[in-house]
């Protein structure tokens, strides 16, 4: 294989019709740079989408509650009822792999304008009552000071940690944020800390202006008791909340008196199946980018085995002389064999190469105009390009295939009389 | 070192068969320089052909140095073509995007002999048939003759048992003709078996056994008073 003499053979033949090698190797470039730059834009939506996502703990499913639509146990229909802090842990206790159950409570938002005032500022944000553990399903960065701790919702402090967003509406710049307090909704509150998200999509600016205060407080300072207005419940990386969502809600409509078959008493929106969703679209586009780009390689490939064909046919009586000095037909094979690889490689490289220039000029262009929304860092792994070597490879195998074996075919006595 | 018995030959065309070569039997000993002769259609390229293994006859026994030669598979006549004969064509058949020397290598490459080995001899071949200068020459640039003689280098490195040429001297005027047959003629006093295919009364006659063929028998097999080419040249 690492002959010296049979990779000069090689050089010798290709180089000696460059200009037809050329034409012949750009099908194959051609193909697999749109393999490269297809998979590449394809990678670069789902950045996007991804990031829109942001880091949200995606096997999450939020859940609340809405009016029975089914009488049961001599309850009527149409009945409103809340969930309660003990459901929480009566979910703890009945189903397994859960790793986070976050009840919440809220002001604004679809439950009422929040009134926000801090001396002559005043601001209409979402208030929320949350556990400390909701920082890891709804991730945010603590720009200043601190976040809820179970000492807060142990004490019932009334603190709240402020969004970037709000900050900037009740304060000067400057202004020193942390010990100083707020009023929502008729209550002080003592600001603790400061958070910014990094969340990308429309909402992006909505989700910095935020407040987030201990659970137990929020329930104390605006009168909701034991009621919990929805929960946001994760399950463990080994098992998808989407297959235990059914659990968790049979154990609600069970404490709570609803009918097994009242499908629209309890609202839920499982965020993991909406990214399940997302995933497989994600999966189209590669077998689309894959599918496309393997077409296109397929005409380049047909291109060499054409071009192959006709070195072979130009070189009969060549072959039918190396025959009659004893080079053996599998030597011949195997000679053609490695042209024909040899130049389908070369050419594919070339096409990765300029691909890869490609969506480096892409990234360079995205860069300097800023973010284009949906589309971040287009880009390949290394792992795609070694499959598009190994396409390669395999196809220029193909393509040699059938040349190697009509040189073999001719006998050489046939071969010697060719002109 | 070469033995035919009752070699038979023919060709299908189309409904058509021509019957070639009927019954050729053939003896020729180690060191013998033999002209085969015929008018065209005789089937002497036809039994040139089946002696280099180019060509698989009908029937009859061929027996090369003691091996029978039958139902080879193409590997194995593209060995024992590598180890047994030497080819020199009508038409040279060099191969002409490798230099003189590359040429000469080619036999001693398929016998898998190391890059240095190949170069050396080659070149001591190329010296021996008085080209050694002319090494890195592509065939373009050399002439007929000399193109014969690298073509004889050729043949001759790979050391085989039996040189078969076939018309070594068609595409080339009476001098250089002389020329090549002076060399074949010094190749065969080392003591060569050597096979000459020609319609040329003059080159047959430098040879020392005189075989006619016409129509696919052998009707006249003699020794003669070898004419040497050397007075010619």
Redesign the interface.
């Known amino acids: 294989m690492f002959n ?2 049979r990779w000069r053979e090689i050089l ?1 033949v290709l180089t ?1 019709n460059i200009g037809r090698t050329i034409l012949t190797a750009f099908g194959v470039c051609w193909g697999i740079f749109i393999l490269i730059v297809l998979l590449a834009a394809g990678k670069g939506f789902e950045n996007g989408i991804r990031a829109d996502f942001g880091d949200i703990a995606t096997n999450t499913m939020f859940m609340w509650t809405r009016r029975t639509t089914k009488p049961y146990e001599g309850l009527p229909k149409d009945r409103v009822f809340e969930f309660k802090v003990s459901d929480v842990q009566a979910i703890w206790d009945n189903v397994p792999n859960l790793k986070f159950i976050s009840p919440r409570n809220q002001l604004g938002g679809f439950r009422g304008g929040g009134n926000v005032i801090r001396g002559i500022r005043v601001g209409a944000y979402n208030v929320y009552g949350d556990y400390p553990e909701i920082i890891n399903q709804d991730p945010m960065t603590v720009t200043s000071g601190r976040f809820i701790n179970h000492n807060d919702i142990k004490a019932k402090r009334k603190v709240a940690v402020i969004g970037q967003g709000v900050k900037s509406e009740l304060y000067e710049k400057g202004e020193e944020v942390l010990g100083t307090y707020i009023k929502i909704q008729g209550v002080n509150f003592m600001v603790i800390g400061t958070y910014k998200k990094k969340n990308n999509d429309g909402d992006g600016e909505e989700a910095q202006k935020e407040i987030f205060v201990p659970f137990t407080s929020f329930s104390q300072a605006f009168n909701r008791g034991e009621d919990v207005g929805w929960m946001a419940i994760t399950a463990h990386d080994g098992s998808s909340i989407s297959q235990l969502k059914e659990d968790i809600i049979g154990v609600m409509k069970n404490r709570h008196k609803i009918h097994p078959e009242d499908n629209r008493a309890i609202g839920y929106f499982d965020l993991y199946e909406q990214f399940n969703r997302v995933e497989s679209l994600f999966v189209g586009l590669k077998a689309i980018a894959y599918l496309v780009g393997i077409m296109v390689l397929l005409s380049g490939i047909i291109g060499v085995s054409n071009i192959m064909l006709i070195v072979v046919k130009e070189r009969t ?2 072959i ?12 011949i094979k195997k000679q053609i064999l490695m042209e024909s690889i040899f130049l389908t490689i070369i050419s594919g490289m070339t096409g990765i190469i300029f691909g890869t220039l490609v969506i480096y000029g892409i990234n360079s262009l995205l860069d300097s105009v800023g973010p284009v929304d949906m589309f971040i860092s287009p880009s390949v792994s290394v792992g795609v390009v070694s499959g598009a070597l190994m396409i390669l490879m395999v196809s220029g195998l193909l393509a040699g295939f059938i040349p190697a074996n009509s040189a ?1 075919r001719v ?3 046939e071969a ?1 009389r060719t002109e | 070192m070469i033995e035919i018995k009752d070699l038979h030959k023919s060709y299908k065309m189309g409904s058509n068969s021509l019957h070639v070569l009927k019954g050729i039997n053939f003896k020729a000993e180690a060191g013998e320089l033999v002209a085969i002769m015929g008018s065209s259609g005789s089937g002497k390229s036809t039994l040139l052909n089946i002696l280099g293994m180019l060509d698989v006859a009908d029937s009859g026994a061929y027996t090369l140095d003691g091996v029978p030669i039958k139902d080879l598979s193409e590997t194995k006549a593209a060995q024992y073509r590598n180890k047994f004969l030497g080819f020199v064509f009508q038409s040279f058949n060099l191969i002409n995007y490798k230099s003189a020397l590359e040429n000469v290598a080619l036999p001693l490459y398929y016998q898998k002999v190391g890059r240095k080995e190949r170069q050396e001899k080659a070149l001591s071949y190329l010296d021996k048939v008085g080209l050694k200068e002319w090494a890195t020459h592509l065939p373009s640039e050399l002439s007929g003759g000399q193109k014969q003689r690298v073509a004889i280098a050729r043949a001759m490195a790979a050391e085989p048992k039996v040189l078969l040429a076939d018309e070594p001297t068609g595409a080339l005027d009476s001098t250089t003709s002389y020329e090549v047959m002076d060399l074949i003629q010094k190749i065969n006093d080392e003591g060569n078996t050597i096979l000459v295919v020609t319609h040329e009364e003059d080159i047959a006659h430098m040879c020392k056994r005189i075989v006619h063929l016409k129509d696919g028998v052998i009707v006249e097999d003699k020794k003669i008073e070898q004419v040497r080419a050397e007075q010619y040249v």
């Open positions: 010296r003499d010798e000696s009586k060549e039918g002389i190396r025959r009659a000095l004893g080079e053996q037909p599998w030597s073999i006998r050489p006595i010697l």
